[in-house]
């Protein structure tokens, strides 16, 4: 009796991953938008990214990340 075990690929791994969250950690959040954990927090102090205090820890919407990450309909390209 052989086992085959089925490899799935990392981006849909972590493709399902982030659809299932509402709520995400700093370093998910930074995975999720492909940047360091120390660059998302300049972003947040910045205010380019939305944050919340949970316990004293930052958290983000992933619906928030998502208006970043997606381009929105206005924009124009000359």
Do not use: C
Not at 20 to 47: D, F
Not at 68 to 73: L, Q, W
């Amino acid at each position: 009796m052989s086992s085959t075990n089925k490899s799935i690929p990392d981006e849909q791994i972590s493709g399902s991953l982030f659809d299932k969250l509402k709520w995400i950690t700093t370093k998910e959040a930074a995975q999720y938008l492909r940047v360091s954990v120390g660059q998302l927090r300049n972003m947040v102090w910045r205010g380019q990214v939305v944050s919340y205090r949970v316990n004293n820890r930052l958290r983000f919407l992933r619906s928030d990340l998502d208006k970043i990450v997606k381009p929105s309909n206005n924009w124009r390209s000359s």
